[in-house]
């Protein structure tokens, strides 16, 4: 089985900054792609960030010059680093792997469990 388990979110004033972390553990094969997503209440999940495992990344346009996705590889951890933080980055942030696992099996969406990050005064 596979694990992906988020640290890092919490309580932060509108201009702070937060570092999530998320780390995948488990028999794994392969990481494909990382990324976080995010759900602020009463709305629908959204994509904030992907990393390949090349490292080429891609943003969503509200997070763009103010998040800064990254991973290491010979952790099995993605990163997320959110600076400028606002009001409306508040919202339940899950990160997802694409994970392969060997055996002839196809790769494999797994995902965290989230972690709550709140920007206020």
């Known amino acids: 089985q596979v694990q992906l388990v988020e640290s890092g979110g919490g309580l932060v004033q509108p201009g702070g900054s937060l570092r999530l972390s998320c780390a995948a553990s488990?028999?794994?094969?392969?990481?494909?792609?990382m990324g976080w997503y995010r759900q602020a209440p009463g709305k629908g999940r959204v994509l904030v960030a992907t990393?390949?495992?090349?490292?080429?990344?891609n943003y969503a346009d509200s997070v763009k010059g103010r998040f800064t996705i990254s991973r290491d590889n010979a952790k099995n951890t993605v990163y997320l680093q959110m600076n400028s933080l606002k009001p409306e980055d508040t919202a339940v942030y899950s990160c997802?792997?694409?994970?392969?696992?060997?055996?002839?099996?196809?790769?494999?969406?797994?995902w965290g469990q989230g972690t709550q990050v709140t920007v206020s005064s």
């Open positions: 488990g028999t794994i094969f392969s990481i494909n792609s």
């Open positions: 997802t792997a694409n994970i392969g696992r060997g055996w002839g099996l196809p790769p494999y969406d797994y």
């Open positions: 990393i390949t495992s090349g490292g080429s990344t």
